[in-house]
């Protein structure tokens, strides 16, 4: 059984590549939040097993601090502000869905040779996820570049220190205690920021297309 723990880390690594994967192509904003929220479990799933693992208690807790801000705070937050702005969907994008498909596993392919050389030099019992790590991270600021409304553009930014905390989690077994709580407590107070910045443009201009804000600009 303990010889399957590390095969179930590499199960969770892949499926929150496969949710990033699914993430860029999705233009529902709702199903956006449900799928960053089910990123959130499996990034959960992985430092709770890990955790024990390893016996590293502070793995607990930052399992604990995503479940609370990534699975039931922060989804619940977005999908309270959604219905508020009245936001469903995303139609505007940069590149259409074949083109971000085919850009996203161009990414994965040079994440994990990037990754690679690194990879071999970790001791971790997870070290070979960092290529999974970086093109979580590289599909995730993708999405932020690729989108028009602020919305998606939130998720991106939260979907995008996930894969960073995966990479601590499974490179390096964890971070210090008092850098998770630091990057919870920003993480936090960075959103609740978004969210009012989210109103403040669609009172401003009736949407929330950031393209908008080039109206402010001085003639």
């Known amino acids: 059984m303990i010889k399957l723990l590390p095969q179930l880390i590499n199960l969770f690594a892949t499926l929150i590549l496969l949710l990033s994967f699914a993430m860029i192509s999705q233009r529902r904003i709702v199903s956006l939040i449900n799928l960053f929220m089910m990123q959130g479990v499996a990034l959960v799933a992985a430092s709770f097993l890990l955790g024990y693992i390893t016996n590293q208690p502070d793995l607990y807790v930052s399992g604990a601090l995503t479940l609370l801000l990534k699975v039931i705070f922060i989804p619940w937050m977005l999908h309270r502000l959604i219905r508020q702005l009245k ?23 040079f994440s994990f040779s990037l990754a690679l050389p690194v990879s071999r030099l970790s001791h971790s019992i997870a070290g070979g996820s960092l290529g999974i790590a970086l093109a979580c991270v590289l599909l995730s600021f993708m999405m932020m570049i690729t989108r028009s409304k602020a919305v998606p553009q939130v998720i991106g930014f939260l ?39 989210m109103f403040q443009i669609r009172e401003k201009f009736d949407s929330l297309d950031i393209h908008n804000l080039e109206a402010l600009k001085e003639d």
């Open 87 to 109: 936001v469903r969907w995303d139609v505007e994008s940069l590149l259409n869905i074949p083109t971000t498909m085919m850009v996203g596993i161009g990414l994965v392919i």
């Open 159 to 197: 979907s995008m220190e996930n894969g960073l905390i995966f990479a601590a989690t499974t490179v390096t077994n964890g971070m210090p205690m008092i850098v998770e709580f630091g990057i919870a407590l920003d993480v936090l107070v960075g959103v609740l920021i978004l969210g009012v910045f």
